[in-house]
């Protein structure tokens, strides 16, 4: 089935470059003021309740420096994305004990389970690469980090 949006366009104008925060809520809620001003939020603070709700279930620190926190939710009207680097790197309470440095928001609406997980697979597919994730922690401005995203995701053809 081939993917109706790429990343980087996901992601659009929602990347912060070496984001200095104390821990994972900080960072959670640096990401969601990255999506804050989309036209597709209509509640950014209860993007953030839901998005730290889904967090407490259990934690979305998937390894290999990477935290891919998301929820669907009724305070976004579609699917909207924020991506940033960390540094240093937070305490996820990954599965593999290891310090978060590229964090990756996913939120979507209630309805819209199947693509919301369409993008999560995504996301881990794309992220898995170690010369991307490389890319992205020497990546000093937003523009690099996209550009490194598009190029992997053109590599998955």
């Known amino acids: 089935m081939p993917?109706?949006?790429?990343l980087a366009d996901l992601l659009d104008q929602?990347?912060?470059?070496?984001?200095?925060?104390?821990?994972?809520?900080?960072?959670?809620?640096?990401?969601?003021?990255?999506?804050?001003?989309?036209?597709?939020?209509?509640?950014?603070?209860?993007l953030g309740e839901d998005v730290r709700a889904r967090e407490a279930q259990m934690s979305t620190g998937v390894g290999g420096g990477?935290?891919?926190?998301?929820?669907?939710?009724?305070?976004?009207?579609?699917?909207?994305?924020?991506?940033?680097?960390l540094?240093?790197?937070?305490?996820?309470?990954?599965?593999?004990?290891?310090?978060?440095?590229?964090?990756f928001l996913l939120a979507g609406p209630e309805a819209d389970r199947a693509r919301h997980l369409r993008l999560l697979s995504r996301v881990s597919r794309v992220m898995s690469d170690p010369a991307l994730r490389q890319r992205l922690y020497d990546a000093a401005t937003p523009?690099?980090?996209?550009?490194?995203?598009?190029d992997a995701e053109a590599a998955l053809v």
């Open 143 to 150: 523009a690099e980090v996209l550009a490194a995203i598009r």
């Open 87 to 103: 540094d240093p790197p937070v305490a996820f309470d990954a599965l593999d004990g290891e310090p978060v440095r590229l964090a």
């Open 14 to 46: 929602s990347v912060g470059v070496c984001l200095d925060v104390a821990d994972k809520g900080e960072a959670i809620g640096r990401l969601v003021a990255l999506v804050a001003g989309a036209e597709a939020v209509v509640d950014a603070d209860r």
């Open 3 to 6: 993917f109706d949006l790429s």
């Open 66 to 85: 990477l935290g891919l926190p998301h929820a669907r939710t009724d305070a976004v009207t579609a699917t909207v994305a924020a991506f940033a680097t």
